[in-house]
């Protein structure tokens, strides 16, 4: 059936009728309904009241509904950001084996998938400074929660309590709350100081209770950390578990997690491979390897066919919900691996120059911004006194509300964040607006 | 049908394709405006220009088996076409924006998720649904604290959650994750649930009963009212794994069995990309009853538009935004694109397709009648039949699972296949069946790799290039 038809069936279910006659035939059957067993009390007979469309029509239809969004100047980030992404990474993760394949359960057909996730779990390894990185999680919320698990499970840590910042994305903490119900794990949350974590206070915070602290660099107002390395070594001191957040672009310059003595590194892989997808993500999780059996998700490892060639399988799988059912570490199944894919070719399509170059101009473009934001009479950038990455807090005189609703007027959406207090991300992708960004900022603050 | 899979081999003739690592990697110095002990010293990565890189990934992509490959009948993954043009749609620029931008400005997305989360009640029978859910696994559990939150609104503190034996393993790590005990429930002797073995399961401490229908045997529960009424008396909510909803389509629907709590697999039923093992989306639906519990934000519509709200009682997150977006964008397209007529006839081609094929090769079924998927046993290791089934082109069935049927192939051939194709399949199963024992051990012959030794990749795990290199210093 062609495209421009209305379909009268499923356009992709290939039978003609005579194909469809010879096979109830075959089967003994008058028609397909006598092959559903299904009491006559729970049948249905009504309608789902759904037209079929031609998929001309159905393109239109979407696309006339997608259209109603507007065409806005974003300058919004906090945990969701938007880079360029090669035009590479569309064309080979559509490759239909890639796209249309599933988890390697016979690796022996799916030695590409595997390879290339093989490839992405060492990128991070390399990136993170830690031994081991899974192939995805759904983002960087749940990737969080599934630490916090982890800690539970790990010997060398007791307690009860997850220590996460003050500022925290409301997204991520309200996910690693769900996370730990089933637990005997609570959420608390320690100061900040300035933006960054409050390590004076975390330290009189710190007791046997604790098992996890977790902490972000760059941190969700933008800031980079200072002390890190200070939560190394508190945490070290109370056998509780360090997990870093952090994002894939930061990794490429920010201070390596193992230097700083991270045990376990969460955060967001889609900000490479991705962009802007209304939130959708791709969770990094990278841990020592002491932890290695406890590791949610999927594990590719190298090992040998019977050729003796090298070849790659997922591994550890009973760690898994198939295998070990109510004792898994998670309950994760589907996971992002086509994302860790697309996450992967844009990491290799940068290069190690490439990336840290983009990182690079993630601090300079911030504090360039800021600058300007600054100037501008009825604001105050940054509010932190700290180094940016990408984004940052302004103050703003009049209301924050205010002056986004005006902004917004203009074509521009940005975050508010306070009641005076307005929050701006910037990359390669809004860097041609930025001059206009000002120039409205000086018309509406 | 005869396949040769790709295989590329490396000029040492150790390995396949070489890592992008073996091929080039440069180490860059880290050189910034930035104080230096706020910085990392260097990093080392693949460096290779983009004609190199797109060839790379090329030789990979040919050294992988999906949909459009072959026949890929793995029970319980609905492994469907994916239709091309909703790659187009979800590739569409305005879908490209970003959450937190003003409601007024992203009415698009806003609605079209109000009528996803619409259409998904009609077809589930239930009267609210959050998209919010990133997969399957992530719907259960957002299912089962929805049932935790509900019980916990009525002072009722309950322990358990019960679990067939033959479910999927997600549904004992999800009740687990959520802090219930597991009640696992042993099958009748006629692949269902046992209804006198339910009662004597369920109890005040009752949660929810985790009930996939069709059963993993491709069994539909006949006992469905029963068994509804059964947890219903105790007091306990009824959840439906939506994994095997490609059987039922139009049919019968979760909301009318007398189901609580459902999720859909629109990976599998409306037939987004599986990706390789993801992302998938598992959005829940439920009763008017527990609408209020559903995660914040969920969609409404307003005078003349669409905004996001929390729901009186929500459980809150269960993903840091709105779950994956552009993978909802591809499964209303699917919808859309078929409607009732096509949805419809998906599922009575899944289940044709099924019962044809299962008619076709000489293999034991001790279950039926089934639907969309049926479980053959194998006379050898059911592994060992995968493997040399590779051979033959096609993506063996799932294997030694559900463990009711010895040496189990697990196999869900999906709407998507014609008799021919069906024919070459059940050939595949045959000759299979056919051959003796030391070929089939022997197998596969003709993919890229050759079977590969899982125990000592366990035992000894190296999972990264640098630990490749660790190994060989």
């Known amino acids: 059936m062609s495209s421009e038809h209305t379909p009268d069936g499923s356009p992709f279910a290939p039978h003609t009728p005579s194909e469809t006659a010879a096979m109830l035939d075959v089967l003994g059957v008058d028609s397909e309904e006598d092959l559903f067993d299904i009491p006559e009390a729970v049948r249905f007979d009504g309608s789902f009241d759904i037209p079929a469309r031609s998929e001309r029509d159905t393109r239109r239809h979407l696309e006339t509904v997608l259209s109603r969004n507007e065409d806005v100047v974003e300058f919004l980030g906090r945990g969701h950001y938007d880079h360029y992404v090669p035009s590479l990474v569309d064309a080979i993760s559509h490759r239909s084996e890639f796209l249309t394949s599933y988890t390697q359960y016979q690796p022996e057909v799916a030695q590409g998938f595997l390879q290339a996730l ?199 799988q009973t760690r898994e919900q198939h295998i070990r059912r109510e004792r898994a570490t998670s309950n994760i199944c589907t996971n992002q691996a086509w994302v860790a894919l697309r996450t992967a070719i844009h990491a290799a399509s940068l290069g190690p120059e490439g990336l840290v170059d983009l990182a690079d101009d993630c601090v300079t473009a911030a504090a360039a911004l800021a600058e300007r934001v600054d100037d501008i009479s009825g604001m105050r950038a940054p509010v932190y006194d700290r180094h940016h990455f990408r984004e940052f807090v302004a103050h703003t005189d009049q209301p924050a509300a205010a002056v986004a609703s005006d902004l917004a007027d203009e074509g521009f959406a940005v975050h508010v964040v306070g009641e005076h207090r307005i929050q701006l991300c910037t990359t390669e992708r809004n860097d041609t607006q930025r001059d206009a960004l000002v120039e409205a900022l000086e018309d509406v603050a | 049908m005869k396949y040769e899979q790709a295989r590329w081999t490396d000029d040492s003739e150790e390995l396949y394709e070489p890592l992008l690592s073996e091929k080039h990697t440069r180490e860059v110095e880290v050189d910034s405006d930035l104080p230096d002990h706020l910085t990392r010293d260097s990093v080392e990565l693949p460096d290779l220009s983009e004609p190199e890189l797109a060839r790379h990934y090329t030789r990979l992509s040919q050294m992988n088996y999906g949909v459009e490959t072959g026949p890929f009948p793995l029970g319980s993954c609905t492994m469907k076409y994916n239709p091309k043009f909703t790659d187009d749609v979800a590739g569409h620029p305005k879908a490209a924006t970003h959450p937190d931008r003003p409601a007024s400005t992203r009415q698009g997305t806003l609605e079209l998720r109000y009528h996803l989360q619409d259409v998904l009640g009609r077809i589930g029978g239930m009267d609210a649904v959050t998209l919010q859910p990133p997969a399957g696994a992530a719907g259960e559990f957002t299912g089962i604290l929805v049932a935790k939150a509900y019980h916990q609104s009525r002072g009722d503190e309950r322990s358990e959650v019960v679990v067939p034996d033959s479910a999927h393993g997600t549904n004992f790590a999800t009740a687990a994750m959520a802090g219930y005990d597991v009640v696992t429930l042993p099958g009748a002797e006629d692949g269902r649930v046992d209804v006198e073995a339910l009662e004597a399961a369920v109890s005040e401490d009752t949660a929810a009963l985790m009930l996939t229908n069709p059963n993993t045997l491709g069994l539909f529960e006949r006992d469905i009212e029963a068994i509804a009424d059964l947890v219903h008396d105790a007091g306990g909510l009824l959840y439906y794994d939506g994994a095997n909803l490609n059987a039922l389509l139009g049919r019968a629907r979760p909301g009318d069995m007398g189901f609580d709590i459902m999720h859909y697999n629109v990976h599998k039923t409306f037939a987004t990309p599986h990706g390789g093992g993801g992302p998938g989306a598992g959005p829940v639906g439920v009763t008017d009853e527990l609408a209020a ?28 935004y709105g779950g994956n977006w552009l993978v909802l964008v591809r499964a209303y397209a699917y919808i859309a694109r078929l409607g009732d007529v096509g949805l419809s006839d998906a599922s009575a081609k899944a289940v044709l397709n099924a019962n044809y094929l299962a008619s076709q090769i000489d293999y034991d079924i001790p279950f039926g009648p089934f639907h969309h998927e049926f479980v053959a046993s194998a006379d050898e290791d059911a592994a060992d039949v995968a493997k040399r089934m590779l051979d033959y082109g096609v993506h063996p069935p799932t294997t030694k699972w559900p463990e009711a049927v010895s040496e189990a192939l697990m196999t869900e051939p999906t709407e998507v296949e014609n008799r021919r194709s069906l024919d070459q399949l059940a050939t595949a199963f045959d000759a299979v069946a056919n051959e003796d024992v030391d070929t089939i051990e022997r197998a596969p012959e003709n993919t890229a790799a050759r079977r590969i030794d899982q125990v000592s990749a366990a035992r000894s795990p190296r999972l990264s290039w640098q630990a490749l290199d660790a190994d060989e210093q």
């Open chain 1, 118 to 316: 093989f490839e992405y779990q060492s990128m991070l390894v390399e990136l993170t400074g830690l031994d081991v990185a899974n192939c995805s999680m759904y983002d960087a919320a749940t990737a969080l929660g599934e630490a916090a698990t982890l800690a539970t499970r790990v010997r060398s840590v007791s307690g009860a309590v997850v220590l996460v910042p003050e500022l925290l994305h409301e997204g991520r903490r309200g996910t690693l709350e769900n996370y730990v119900d089933g637990s005997d794990l609570r959420v608390e949350s320690y100061p900040m100081d300035d933006g960054n974590v409050d390590v004076d206070a975390l330290r009189e915070r710190m007791d046997e209770d604790v098992a996890m602290v977790y902490a972000e660099n760059p941190t969700l107002a933008g800031t980079i950390e200072e002390r890190l390395a200070d939560l190394g070594d508190l945490t070290d001191d109370h056998d509780a578990l360090f997990c870093l957040g952090t994002d894939i672009v930061a990794l490429a310059l920010l201070q390596e997690p193992a230097s700083v003595g991270a045990d376990v590194v969460v955060g967001e892989a889609a900000s490479l491979g991705v962009g802007y997808a209304d939130g959708m993500g791709m969770g990094l999780f990278a841990c020592d390897e002491s932890f290695l059996r406890q590791v949610p998700g999927r594990l590719v490892g190298a090992s040998e066919d019977s050729a003796g060639m090298r070849a790659y399988t997922l591994t550890l």
């Open chain 2, 293 to 320: 519990f559903l995660p914040d934000p969920h969609v409404r519509e307003t005078n003349g538009g669409f905004e996001e709200y929390a729901p009186e009682h929500s459980i809150g997150k269960v993903h840091g």
